[in-house]
């Protein structure tokens, strides 16, 4: 798999092709793009105070929810 950095219509454009709506694919490009410049990044505790606790990092969420799908689809294979 080559990651290529797309422009955004470009990559609404593979977003639609791949099934979304122009609506969806417009909004998951922009977040994206949002995400790209920064602009999602911040060092405020807001998140912390809500839940009580510290957020829990994307490094540990990812291979936690692999591991539910992995099984997941072996219990609906059996």
């Given at each position: 798999m080559t990651y290529r950095d797309l422009p955004v219509e470009q990559y609404v454009d593979v977003?639609?092709?791949?099934?979304?709506?122009q609506a969806t694919a417009r909004f998951v490009a922009a977040i994206d793009a949002s995400i790209a410049r920064g602009e999602l990044e911040t060092n405020r505790q807001?998140?912390?105070?809500?839940?009580?606790r510290a957020p829990t990092a994307l490094t540990e969420?990812?291979?936690?929810?692999?591991?539910?799908?992995?099984v997941s689809d072996s219990v609906q294979s059996s």
């Open positions: 977003l639609q092709q791949d099934g979304l709506d807001d998140l912390a105070q809500l839940l009580g969420i990812v291979p936690a929810a692999y591991d539910v799908l992995k």
